[in-house]
């Protein structure tokens, strides 16, 4: 049975993309059989693996026109890729009944052909976020050690709330992880000890510290080990990767 995690924030520029890039490829060389879901129209995602055209995408499969078909990257690693059409999907599917099911049931068909899949979810909290939602077990927030990156948790937690409510009873948050990390930074360790007092044991231990190569990987299509394997983003997100196959090995 896979795990299917949404990786989620409303808040821009804390590293959802640069996460589901470098956790799935970690995930994969680990073994484990991974899908990446792109679910953000600006498909940073899809590009970050260089890919430009693709059969079928997210927009094609939200619209009931395609079934899902994954296209293969690496090994042990396929992307369900995303497109510019995909921003105009909140408004196409708007009248449509049981629209927030829609990702669940198409994934449902191929999802045990995975270990993992992760959802990589638009900053914002409308239809396509809450089409994941819907069909993830597991919600991972990646946070800045930034003061203004707390106050925006509250909404988050909140429409997690009621996505379980009323949609998912299954989904919970299971992880939180901290990016853009500076030690050296009195503020963002003081940041890092209030997201523990919200958070407790779901925080990682892995902080993703401040690395220019996860800046300049994508640019090449590629994700962090292939890029730079030696690197302090390598290092760190290849930590983050082991702690959730020790949790998800303990569960």
Known sequence: ????????????????????VNIGA???????????????????????????????????????EAKPEPVNVLENLDILPSTLDLSGAEMELSNEAGREYIL??????????????????PPSLGLLTINALTAADEVYIPLQAHYLAIKGLTKIIEVIGKVKKRLNKNVEITGVFVTQFDKRKVLHRDVVDTIYTYFQEKLFDTRIRDNISLAEAPSQGLDIFRYDNTCKGAEDYRALCQEILERHYQN
Not at 1 to 20: C, E, P
Not at 106 to 121: G, R, T
Request: aromatic share 6%.
């Open 1 to 20: 049975m896979s795990a299917i995690i949404a990786i989620s924030n409303h808040k821009g520029g804390v590293g959802k993309t640069t996460s589901t």
């Open 26 to 64: 970690g995930l994969a060389m680990a073994g484990k059989k991974v899908l990446l879901i792109d679910m953000d129209p600006q498909a940073n995602l899809t590009q970050s693996y260089g890919i430009t055209k693709a059969e079928v995408s997210v927009y094609e499969v939200l619209k009931g």
């Open 104 to 121: 669940h049931e198409a994934i449902s068909e191929i999802s045990e052909n995975y270990d993992y899949i992760l959802i990589d979810c």
